[in-house]
């Protein structure tokens, strides 16, 4: 579904993450997930690297990073241990393959993308891999599409099926649409005539003058794209587009055997996961269409007959004439935009149902297929990239949609003015299905806030729009993960990593579980590193086990010299950072960034790993700082 936003460009996704040691440091906390990859690198340039590369590319783009190593024992990352000669090596030897055909099929990297970073005395080289537009995809590996494509998901790189690798070439040259094409053997015997003459009733509402309102019904097919010539074969017919949106159930099946509309209103939230038509039945609903026999399943009439069950959750009270939604507010409209989508960037040769699922929380809407732009260009807005063009214009003649491209500004405007949380899209693999996911809450619940406020103070009102979320999706979902906060906010993957880094360090979240598996969650009873100025911090509490020589009470306002010796008293046995900054009361990156460099570099504190990045790494006062202070 691409949800009629901008085309896709090739320029860097990344946002404003600037200090790039401070991101791999940020990146070894967080460890692997679905857009980030550690590679050892000891022996040279990993040959799975071009797995990965092929992967990220072909799915929502990521980091590899060389020169990182994991304990397999306790899932830890550290570095590897790569001198400059190694990196540099490394670097040369990357451009050298990339640039060549043989290994992979497309080079997607600027100069930029590629970088070599000093973490104290090691080298990682960072490879930022951009999502690759639908024209470049698939890239493959060794010149060979369907045994060298690749996609992430949760559990890594996984190899594309053929049909995965066709749908992606198909996708890639959208000058011959797929519902375009001419279908042998339909005649007007497999076009539901009702629907037709429904359709045309629309038409006239909407352009009451349009000259194609004149036209017999073959004239007006040919028209609306649902007949067409061939004009290098000859070749004439009905179009699979014209026959989607007006033939009859049974003709369209014979076509497309794995066709299926299916709409679900559900009893409650449960929170299980939603089956599509061929699997398990679905948690209990109290409204159902679907094709039972009641009537003709085209797109056409699955709009009509769904689209006032999706509206009837909408506060604003309206009224249908002939089919025309009056005094229609901005959620109206974008309920209606967001239903013709559904049927517009379908991707009909997929295995796959078309469906529409409303409960208490949210509306979802499901097709088969892949994104044809990036997540970052879809809350961007902008112009369409349309896999079935003919059918949109169909809908665009009956008023459903305004215009090419318009549609993601008026789903996010339609849900913004409605004060509920944003729409966003969700993809999943193996099958491929995108999800566009219409929340039924709040943007903004005074009742979620207030409690943030109960436990945090006035910490959440120093944190940014996209902190806030974060914290109210993990308040109201129990937990969260990497992946599930990817989808809702219009961050890049490395800037999402480090404002829950960011949050764990300030102590209102906690971090459970390694790898991919890990999630967060509120911490219970914290104590919040507030906001304080240079010379105002104060402790917010004591760990059980801290030296009683270590003073009750900090002084408001204090030099450097007194905040040292007060820091050398503590660390007479080694500290964690954390531990520092919580007998401070400041956050853990004032701490990394401007307490700690000055102490070490003095000599008044020593590290106990010599990798600064060492996950386990703690620190000790030297014992001339301690006698220098008592003195």
């Not at 092929?54 to 190593?69: D, E, P, R």
């Not at 028209?223 to 369209?252: H, V, W």
């Not at 399943?297 to 069950?309: A, S």
Request: charged share 25%; net charge negative.
């Amino acid at each position: 579904m691409a949800l009629g936003a901008q085309a896709p460009n090739t320029s860097k996704t990344m946002n404003t993450t600037t200090n790039t040691q401070e991101l791999i440091s940020n990146l070894l906390d967080e460890r692997e997930s679905e857009y980030l990859e550690f590679k050892a690198a000891k022996g040279g340039l990993p040959k799975s690297l071009w797995e990965t590369y092929s992967a990220f590319a072909n799915t929502h783009g990521g980091i590899i990073v060389l020169g990182v190593k994991e304990d397999l024992d306790n899932h830890r990352f550290s570095l590897s241990g790569l001198d400059e000669g190694n990196a540099k090596k490394l670097k040369e030897d990357f451009w050298r393959n990339v640039n060549n055909r043989q290994v992979v099929s497309h080079c997607l990297l600027s100069n930029d993308d590629v970088q070599i970073v000093k973490i104290e005395e090691c080298y990682v080289v960072k490879f930022d891999i951009p999502q690759a537009t639908h024209e470049q995809r698939p890239v493959y590996l060794k010149s060979v599409p369907y045994d060298g494509t690749y996609r992430r998901n949760d559990s890594g790189d996984y190899k594309c099926e053929r049909d995965e690798v066709r749908r992606m070439m198909a996708d890639a040259d959208l000058s011959h649409p797929t519902d375009s094409r001419i279908l042998k053997g339909c005649t007007w015997d497999d076009i539901d005539i009702s629907s037709f003459e429904q359709y045309k009733r629309l038409f006239h509402l909407t352009k009451p003058l349009h000259p194609w309102l004149a036209l017999d019904n073959q004239s007006l097919m040919v028209k609306l794209r649902g007949y067409r010539k061939d004009r290098e074969s000859g070749e004439e017919g009905f179009t699979l587009a014209g026959l989607l949106m007006f033939g009859k159930g049974e003709a369209i099946q014979d076509y497309l055997p794995h066709y299926f509309l299916d709409y679900r209103e559900l009893y409650d939230d449960s929170g299980g996961e939603l089956k599509t038509a061929s699997s398990e039945p679905a948690p209990r609903w109290i409204d159902r269409v679907y094709p039972d026999g009641t009537w003709e399943p085209n797109l056409f009439q699955f709009f009509q007959k769904i689209l006032p069950k999706l509206q009837s959750v909408l506060p604003t009270p309206f009224h249908m004439e002939e089919g025309q939604r009056k005094e229609e507010t901005s959620a109206h409209v974008a309920l209606r935009e967001a239903l013709a989508n559904l049927c517009v960037h379908a991707d009909y040769s997929a295995n796959g149902a078309l469906l529409v699922t409303k409960s208490a929380k949210e509306i979802v809407f499901s097709n088969p297929g892949v994104m044809l732009i990036s997540r970052q260009q879809f809350f961007n807005g902008g112009m369409s990239v349309c896999r079935n063009p003919a059918i949109q214009q169909m809908f665009m003649m009956m008023g459903a949609v305004e215009k090419a491209g318009s549609g993601v500004d008026k789903i996010l405007k339609g849900w913004s003015d409605a004060q509920w949380q944003p729409p966003y899209p969700r993809e999943k693999s193996n099958p491929n299905v995108v999800e566009l996911v219409m929340p039924l809450a709040l943007l903004i619940d005074s009742r979620i806030i207030e409690e943030l406020k109960n436990r945090f103070g006035n910490y959440i009102d120093t944190i940014d729009a996209d902190e806030l979320r974060i914290l109210v999706t993990t308040l109201t979902e129990q937990t969260t993960n990497h992946l599930r906060l990817n989808e809702m906010l219009p961050l890049h993957r490395a800037d999402l990593s480090v404002k829950l880094q960011k949050l764990c360090q300030d102590g209102v979240l906690v971090g459970e579980g390694n790898g991919r598996g890990r999630v967060y969650r509120l911490k219970e009873n914290a104590a919040i590193m507030g906001v304080h100025s240079e010379c105002e911090s104060h402790v917010v509490g004591h760990n059980a086990d801290e030296p009683s020589t270590i003073a009750q009470q900090i002084p408001k306002r204090w030099n450097v010299d007194e905040r040292e010796a007060y820091i050398c008293e503590y660390c007479t046995e080694w500290r964690t950072i954390q531990q520092i900054a919580a007998i401070l009361g400041r956050t853990v990156t004032y701490i990394r960034n401007r307490v700690l460099p000055p102490m070490i570099a003095s000599g008044k504190l020593a590290r106990k790993y010599p990798c600064k990045s060492h996950p386990e790494q703690q620190y000790k006062a030297v014992q001339s700082s301690i006698k220098s202070s008592s003195e």
